[in-house]
């Protein structure tokens, strides 16, 4: 890997592992980001310093790892922040970490982790606790979920700056849609606030976070992920108020997507802070061209900011929108979703992409799930239906990432240093149970006669999605009282688990006047479904065992209405 420093960078994977095995050294792993100037200065101030690089050189293995690339890598190795400097054991151990560390704070940890190495050696290594192997805190999935994290939102409620803690503020765009359906006001408010302190109004886009509790001295790098998912936010707060104000946001983060990121066929992935002009894009060497952009395809940004656009569509007839979804999940389907349903991060000629991550697999089949919902069976312009897509990566990271006991990994059992050591992120299998609420609920529906492309997808039934969520938020629901407002989704998807979900299904093509006021009615945890095997011109409401035929938008509402009443 070239860069400005002095420092002989190795590639992430065994090979560096096994060098520092075989010369008897501690490996160095500096863990950057595209988008973080802290990584650039510690790059020039600290491994620029040339009797630093002889040293780190002379007595470890550097690796560098973009943590965006590499995002197993990143938690499991995190010190809490970018740059994360972390020394550990050829096999994967940590002897120490810290985040950015200027030449003299290098010079000293240098000394103390070589002094350990030779002490100690492998021994004076540790895996971390995330990292034991321990069993979830299994329990029953029931109505205190909810209402805890409910209960949370009043509690960490911020009455005089709005959002959730007194601390830093991050715009949590999935509590923001908890709250929609629990706490309107605070969403709405605190949406209000993302709109005047994070979203730029100059150049389009939303900022990461503010480091200050009023929302103040916002850290102005723009990520994919974070402007997917408030694109995504301030278009539901727009489905609950039909407030027009919270259009200007949404559609301007679409604008930024398409002109900052948008790399030809997908979107990249971040885009460094606003004002910081001596970097230059990463494909090219000419500062000119303003802030660095990380223009890399992942596959779960990607898939966010398609169901994003969707959802933006589905409110508001946005062509823009539409199209640039439409673009996006057919890059997914043709460059990296896999016959047999593996996700690649992102495309490399040459394999060292990760595959099978549980965020990219959840937020695939949330995506294709959304376009059968919004577009309907020919949404991709072939003949595969979106349905099908979904199936297949729903069932692969059944397969290879879900335990007996129900939670999901974080990815495949295996790999360099620790990536061997089991992670089961909480709100990766929040997001990959929503994502098979979706699909269960959708395949209900549809028919699913032999031969048929959905029948074609796979063997599992809507009753095996379902069970394969309650497994996933049951591993942790032994400790409900304990999860926070950060993960307030999980609360969101226990709820569907508990009570019976709202389904429109739609006879006739998608478009109809009857599906636009479907996916239109005031609860964005609606599964809407055109095409299905009912009559043209009508659709079944249904809730739970309780339906209703419907012909008009006008039938629709009422039949909304009165079976979610008296549900």
């Not at 990143?74 to 994967?92: A, D, H, I, L, Q």
């Not at 009857?514 to 239109?520: E, K």
């Amino acid at each position: 890997m070239t860069d400005d420093t002095h420092v002989e960078w190795r590639e992430w994977g065994a090979a560096p592992f096994e060098e520092a095995a075989a010369a008897d050294r501690p490996v160095l792993l500096a863990l950057t980001a595209t988008w973080c100037d802290s990584c650039h200065e510690m790059d020039a101030e600290t491994y620029g310093e040339p009797r630093i690089a002889a040293n780190v050189n002379d007595g470890f293995v550097p690796i560098r790892v973009d943590v965006d690339r590499r995002p197993r890598v990143r938690e499991r190795y995190n010190m809490g922040g970018f740059p994360s400097t972390v020394f550990c054991t050829p096999s994967g151990k940590v002897l120490s970490g810290a985040t950015y560390l200027g030449p003299d704070g290098m010079r000293q940890v240098l000394g103390s982790v070589r002094d350990l190495w030779n002490q100690k050696g492998e021994d004076g290594g540790r895996i971390p606790r995330a990292l034991a192997g321990e069993p979830t805190p299994a329990g029953a999935v029931d109505e205190r979920i909810e209402s805890h994290l409910a209960g949370q939102l009043d509690e960490k409620w911020d009455p005089r700056f709005a959002g959730w803690g007194t601390d830093a503020k991050f715009p949590l765009p999935e509590t923001i849609e908890f709250a929609l359906k629990r706490a309107r006001e605070q969403a709405v408010e605190t949406l209000g606030v993302i709109g005047e302190s994070l979203y730029d109004d100059e150049s389009g886009g939303f900022y990461r976070y503010a480091e200050g509790r009023d929302w103040s001295d916002p850290h102005t790098e723009k990520m994919l992920d974070v402007n997917a998912a408030l694109l995504r936010a301030f278009a539901n707060g727009y489905l609950y108020t039909g407030d027009e104000d919270l259009l200007d946001p949404a559609t301007g983060a679409r604008d930024f997507l398409v002109a900052t990121l948008w790399n030809g066929s997908t979107f990249g992935g971040s885009v460094a802070p606003t004002d910081e002009n001596d970097g230059a894009d990463s494909d090219t060497d000419d500062p000119s061209l303003g802030p660095r952009r990380d223009l890399t395809g992942y596959a779960g940004g990607n898939a966010l900011a398609a169901d994003a656009l969707l959802t933006l569509a589905a409110y508001t007839d946005d062509d823009t929108a539409r199209e640039y979804a439409d673009r996006v999940l057919e890059a997914l389907e043709r460059t990296l979703v896999a016959s047999d349903g593996v996700v690649s991060h992102f495309a490399a000629d040459d394999g060292t992409a990760p595959e099978l991550l549980l965020a990219d697999h959840a937020r695939v089949v949330r995506a294709f799930a959304t376009a059968r919902q919004v577009r309907g069976p020919d949404a991709l312009g072939t003949d595969r239906d979106p349905l099908t897509v979904a199936r297949v990566v729903a069932d692969a990271a059944i397969e290879t990432l879900q335990e007996p006991e129900g939670a999901f990994r974080d990815g495949p059992a295996a790999g360099t240093g620790l990536l061997d050591e089991p992670l089961r992120p909480l709100d990766g299998g929040v997001a990959m149970a929503e994502a098979l609420l979706d699909l269960a609920a959708i395949c209900d529906e549809v028919a699913d006669e032999p031969g048929s492309a959905d029948s074609s997808a796979s063997e599992r039934s809507p009753d095996d999605y379902r069970t394969a969520a309650r497994a996933g938020i049951a591993a942790f629901a032994g400790a409900w009282d304990r999860i926070g407002i950060q993960v307030a989704g999980y609360g969101a998807v226990a709820a569907r688990l508990t009570r019976p979900e709202l389904v429109i299904a739609v006879g006739g093509e998608p478009g109809t006047d009857l599906h636009r006021a479907a996916l239109r009615v005031a609860d964005h945890e609606a599964v809407v479904v055109p095409d299905a095997p009912t009559a043209a011109g009508t659709a079944t409401v249904r809730v739970g065992e309780s339906t209703r035929e419907v012909e008009t938008p006008d039938e629709l509402m009422t039949a909304v209405s009165a079976l979610t009443s008296d549900s």
